[in-house]
Nanobody, 127 residues
């Protein structure tokens, strides 16, 4: 397993943006598919996006398409999730997770395939 740390969360108003980052202490994330999940109060955790290793597919949940973008920073060896045009319904704790297979597939939004998780970073969107 890979120790993961998320950062970049905070409180913003609707329409504003945040940039989340997922880093692995001591190690890079180059060989893992990285998924972002989120969990809102009283709700189940849900998949937000998945980015494969270089050359592989990237997936997004329908509810974030066009607003969120995930990408790899090969210099910093991190994976970021850019959140734009945030809505109150986006309020949640956001987690990153690793899939050692390196490839996002049709089941990318299912938790069972991810073996390392971070502690999460809180995103709060309110007027």
């Amino acid at each position: 397993q890979v120790p993961l740390v998320e950062s970049g969360g905070g409180g913003v108003q609707p329409g504003e943006s945040l940039r989340l980052s997922c880093a692995a202490s001591r190690l890079g994330l180059d060989y893992y598919a990285i998924d972002w999940f989120r969990q809102a109060p009283g709700k189940e955790r849900e998949g937000v996006s998945c980015v494969s290793i270089s050359g592989g597919p990237t997936y997004y949940a329908q509810f974030v398409k066009g607003r969120f973008t995930t990408s790899r920073d090969t210099v910093k060896k991190t994976v970021t999730l850019q959140l734009n045009n945030l809505k109150p319904d986006d309020t949640a704790v956001y987690y990153c997770a690793t899939d050692p297979r390196g490839w996002c597939g049709s089941t990318w939004d299912q938790e069972w395939q991810y073996d390392s998780w971070g502690q999460g970073t809180q995103v709060t969107v309110s007027p």
